[in-house]
Nanobody, 128 residues
Framework: QLQVVESGGGLVQPGGSLRLSCVASGFTLDYYAIGWFRQAPGKEREGVSCISSSGFTTYYVDSVKGRFTISRDNAKNTVYLQMNSLKPEDTAVYYC?????????????????????WGQGTQVTVSS
């Protein structure tokens, strides 16, 4: 079964940090761009950050620039989202998604939610 699985969510105080992981199962991530998306209650899904298959190109939504960093370790078939200086407005379910090379640019992937595989999500709650 081809899927991506997220982990690393949890409860953290404002200003704290979390690192999310996205692991591919049944396929190799080498030929896929990966995106992190989030959805808060009552809000539309939002593209947070996306990374190309090579890792050379990244995209961040303005609200997380300077605080979040996306990276990938293709040898471990894993993509990470390091989240620092977390704010209550970052509270959401975070999803990982994968799209094959050429299907969309990183910006298109994040802006349009273009993806072939979606994970089940991991909850991130930022609260004191």
């Amino acid at each position: 079964q081809l899927q991506v699985v997220e982990s690393g969510g949890g409860l953290v105080q404002p200003g704290g940090s979390l690192r999310l992981s996205c692991v591919a199962s049944g396929f190799t991530l080498d030929y896929y761009a990966i995106g992190w998306f989030r959805q808060a209650p009552g809000k539309e899904r939002e593209g947070v950050s996306c990374i190309s298959s090579s890792g050379f190109t990244t995209y961040y939504v303005d609200s997380v620039k300077g605080r979040f960093t996306i990276s990938r370790d293709n040898a471990k078939n894993t993509v990470y989202l390091q989240m620092n200086s977390l704010k209550p407005e970052d509270t959401a379910v975070y999803y990982c998604a994968a799209v094959p090379i050429g299907a969309a640019s990183t910006k298109e992937m994040c802006n349009r939610g273009t993806a072939y595989y979606w994970g089940q999500g991991t909850q991130v709650t930022v609260s004191s």
